[in-house]
Every structure is written in structure tokens, then in C-alpha cells.
């Protein structure tokens, strides 16, 4: 069974900081890795898709890495911002009907 | 935006009633997912399906069925509601795996049972 671990569960930074979230998961046989972004009370968002053959996909301020050997991604914000505050989820796609397994999320607050 | 449309946003049910859920798209993608969010679990998967009346079980679907009849729209019923089942309620679909294309997620359901 997969599993998707997230950490830290929870980060606080200044405005201005680059910043790394972790990602990692149990089993290697993936179709591919999203990062998502959920604020409180809202449905989740869809910041980067990385395909298993990737190994890094970007967008504007956001990087995300993929290491599927080792079972882990890294989504790296640059120069992070207070509007950057909100758990940010990773998930998996892999064995039968495309089904995607979550991490519980990193609660990312960003201070001014 | 992907279109999806979740109904009801909000509803509050007693013990023991049965419940349906609306998750309707129309992006005509093939899969669809239910999803609950509860505090400390993260995601998990509900039921999903891969086509028209074509559907599976996920890791909590006990209590739980869905229906398909139409590529837009799937259904969640809680068959009898239990406290237990108070959570956020989430949508989703993609195309397919091999076109390796994103998930996208509807605004969520919040669902109380008293």
C-alpha cells in the first residue's frame, strides 16, 4: 500500500525566504507526482504536475523536483510572500484506475 | 478553472438518514473521485470510476456507494449517515493516466451529521 509522508506538518517563515517541502513515498512505481495548494475553508488547487519520467517541472516561483528511486519530491518557493500562507499536499498516481494517495500536507505560514 | 460543480456546499443531516452528494463536470473527463478530508487523516479516497457505470471501491468506502449514469455526473450516497461520516466531501477527475494529466478538485462539501 502507498504512503505519503509530508515534512514538516508545519513551517513558519519570514516574508522574503526561499523555502523547501518535502515529500516522500513508499513505493516507486508511480505514473507521476502533483503538488497541490488547499487555503483554509477551500478546495485544493492544482500548482505542478511532474510526469515519472521528470525530473523537475516549474512554475513562476515554484519548483518541484522528483528523485522516484528514492521516493521523494521537494517543492521549492522562492522569495515566498504572504499570500504563499496555506497547506500545500502532495500526491501520487500509481497502480490500478489512476487513483491518487495524499500526504496530510505542510501548513505553510509566511509572516510579514 | 476545471469545471466542476459540487452539491450541496453545506448540509446538516440526523443520524440515521440516508444522504446524496453531487459531483457534476463538465470537462468530459473519464475519472472521477470522492474524496473525505477529515483533521489528522489527510485525503482519503472514497469511491472512484473509470467510465459510465463503471466504479471501485477506495481505502474507506464502507457505508458508502456511488453511482455513474452519465460521463458528468456521480453520485455519493451515505446510505445511513453516521456521526462518523461528518467531513469535507471532495470531487475530483482527471482524463487518464496515460495522457498524464492533472487532477483538479471541486470547492468541497461540508457535511455534518447530528
Known amino acids: 500500500k502507498q504512503e505519503v509522508t509530508q515534512i514538516p506538518a508545519a513551517l513558519s517563515v519570514p516574508e522574503g525566504e526561499n523555502l523547501v517541502l518535502n515529500c516522500s513515498f513508499t513505493?516507486?512505481?508511480?505514473?507521476?507526482l502533483q503538488w497541490f495548494r488547499q487555503d483554509p475553508g477551500k478546495g485544493l488547487t492544482s500548482l505542478l504536475l511532474?510526469?515519472?519520467?521528470?525530473r523537475e517541472q516549474t512554475s513562476g516561483r515554484l519548483n518541484a523536483s522528483l528523485d522516484k528511486s528514492s521516493g521523494r519530491s521537494t517543492l521549492y518557493i522562492a522569495a515566498s510572500q504572504p499570500g504563499d500562507s496555506a497547506t500545500y499536499l502532495c500526491?501520487?498516481?500509481?497502480?490500478?484506475?489512476?487513483?491518487?494517495?495524499f500526504g496530510t500536507g505542510t501548513q505553510l505560514k509566511v509572516e510579514l | 478553472d476545471a469545471g466542476i460543480t459540487q452539491s450541496p456546499r453545506h448540509k446538516v443531516t440526523e443520524t440515521g438518514t440516508p444522504v446524496t452528494l453531487r459531483c457534476h463536470q463538465t470537462?468530459?473527463?473519464?475519472?472521477m473521485y470522492w474524496y473525505r478530508q477529515d483533521p489528522g487523516h489527510g485525503l482519503r479516497l472514497i469511491h472512484y470510476?473509470?467510465?459510465?457505470?463503471?466504479?471501485d471501491k477506495g481505502e474507506v468506502s464502507d457505508g458508502y456507494s456511488v453511482s455513474r449514469s452519465k460521463t458528468e455526473d456521480f453520485l455519493l450516497t451515505l446510505e445511513s449517515a453516521t456521526s462518523s461520516q461528518t467531513s469535507v466531501y471532495f470531487c475530483?477527475?482527471?482524463?487518464?493516466?496515460?495522457?498524464?494529466?492533472?487532477?483538479?478538485f471541486g470547492q468541497g462539501t461540508r457535511l455534518t451529521v447530528v
Open positions: 470510476s473509470y467510465g459510465v457505470k463503471d466504479t
Open positions: 513505493d516507486s512505481a508511480i505514473y507521476n
Open positions: 475530483a477527475i482527471s482524463e487518464s493516466v496515460a495522457a498524464n494529466t492533472e487532477a483538479f
Open positions: 511532474i510526469q515519472s519520467s521528470q
Open positions: 470537462e468530459n473527463h473519464r475519472y
Open positions: 500526491a501520487v498516481v500509481g497502480g490500478g484506475g489512476n487513483k491518487l494517495t
